[in-house]
């Protein structure tokens, strides 16, 4: 992704994809983010899955269900827009030092269309990274059954780093 910045880390994040070593940083940084995103226990009550992981980007699946729709048949916004916050924290904590965690301090949604689709997939990825707060930025889009993409929200937002309050992602 362009325009994300490591500066600070000490986590796999922080080398790049050439660097010595980094099939091993990147498989320690995707088992960190599958541990952490296991224990989401919403998520998994909306049936999400985690899909790629990648330094500074993460990305989030969602099946389309029934039980997640709104009085109009299409998938609530809430719904979009939590699993699009979730992909967007986990971009930003892939470029967090190994001992931190990441909380949403803020994030703005645009709703672009209604949501239908067979299945969506959360985008978040790192905008820029900061030492305590990143800017993030996620899309959240519906996949017809032809496989057809449609972009539904857009959502940018700010990922503070947390060290040292007992914290672990």
């Known amino acids: 992704m362009s325009g994300a910045h490591a500066e600070g880390t000490s986590g796999a994040g922080a080398l790049g994809a050439d660097a010595p070593g980094a099939d091993a940083l990147q498989a320690a940084l995707e088992s960190r983010i599958r541990t952490s995103f296991d224990k989401q226990a919403f998520l998994q009550l909306l049936g999400a899955s985690l899909g790629s992981v990648a330094p500074g980007r993460v990305e989030i699946t969602l099946p389309f269900r029934n039980e997640l729709v709104q009085q109009h048949g299409f998938l609530h916004a809430g719904v979009g827009a939590s699993v699009t916050d979730s992909a967007c924290g986990y971009a930003a904590l892939t470029l967090m030092p190994d001992d931190a965690a990441v909380l949403s301090i803020e994030f703005k949604v645009n709703l672009l269309a209604p949501a239908k689709g067979a299945r969506f997939i959360a985008r978040g990825e790192v905008v820029r990274q900061g030492r305590n707060v990143s800017v993030v ?17 857009e959502l940018l937002g700010t990922m503070m780093t947390v060290q040292g309050r007992g914290l672990a992602d």
């Open 137 to 153: 930025r996620g899309t959240f889009s519906a996949i017809a059954a032809d496989g057809a993409e449609t972009q539904l929200l």
